[in-house]
């Protein structure tokens, strides 16, 4: 679990990042690896105006949950300018294998992250992230925000990004892949938009040992399609590789627009 929450941080971050028309959307997704279902992300995005809201929340499923269960919410809110995210409150709340996890990041400038909460605290085996490698940066959902806004703008998923979430400092980088046909599965099948993604860790690896691989490029790899008709394209599967479990996959499962008064599902 310690290994793949990391994956699944990056699979919410770019589900979070879902673009919309007017309303806010609500979308419904699987992960599955080794070919079980290991997790489900139930996502509520609002990107339309001059500012935006993502929330997403991840729950382990199936027999994953025999190695620990986790149930986390992760939210971010902020303003643009032009088409760049301009973060101003990043949460996230939820337990993994027992423990309670929970950060509070705002900006009280922009690109200037002050971390009020972090549970559990930094181990002191984790490299810390030095103040000027915290400055100018946004979360991940902020990030991927930004990419939908170049999506929409220009058709292409070229953007890059530098991102903090309070433990780790990394570099994203996403590019264009082409246009592929998808067989149908869950709430889609068509044509879609195939975008590279590429994180690079700067600084936040836990121990030396961890230090080779942690800062070799960590790919994945996201497609983008139109399952609601009017609607602007949004990620309908992403595959990222991991260590000990193969290709995560995360599949589409439902989208709807999000009813007066309907939120995604809180925690129990």
């Not at 996230?92 to 605290?121: H, M, N």
């Not at 790919?219 to 990222?240: K, M, S």
Request: charged letters at 25%; proline letters at 7%.
């Amino acid at each position: 679990m310690s290994r793949l929450l990391p994956t699944a941080a990056c699979a919410a971050a770019l589900l979070g990042a879902l673009p919309a028309r007017a309303e806010t959307l609500l979308a419904r997704y699987e992960v599955r690896a080794a070919g079980i279902q290991v997790m489900e992300i139930e996502a509520a995005f609002d990107l339309s105006g001059p500012r935006y809201r993502l929330r997403a929340r991840i729950r382990t499923t199936g027999v994953i949950n025999v190695l620990g269960r986790g149930d986390q919410v992760t939210s971010t809110e902020g303003a643009w300018r032009g088409s760049d995210p301009v973060p101003a409150r990043y949460r996230v709340e939820g337990i993994w294998r027992g423990t309670k996890r929970a950060v509070a990041l705002d900006w009280p400038s922009p690109g200037q992250p002050v971390l009020g909460v972090l549970e559990p605290p930094v181990e002191a085996d984790r490299q810390p992230v030095p103040e000027t490698l915290r400055r100018d940066t946004m979360d991940a959902l902020s990030a991927l925000a930004k990419l939908t806004r170049t999506v929409a703008a220009t058709g292409r998923c070229d953007a890059t990004a530098a991102v903090y979430d309070g433990r780790r400092r990394a570099d994203y980088t996403a590019q264009t892949e082409g246009m592929q046909v998808l067989p149908t599965e869950g709430a889609f099948g068509g044509e879609a938009l195939r975008c590279g993604f590429e994180s690079r860790l700067l600084a936040g690896w836990r121990s030396d040992r961890e230090a080779e691989w942690a800062k070799k490029p960590q790919p994945a790899t996201a497609w983008l399609g139109r399952p609601l008709p009017g609607h602007q394209a949004i990620p309908v599967r992403i595959e990222v590789p991991s260590r000990w479990l193969g290709t995560i996959r995360v599949v589409l499962q439902s989208v709807e627009p999000l009813h007066s008064g309907q939120e995604v599902a809180q925690q129990r």
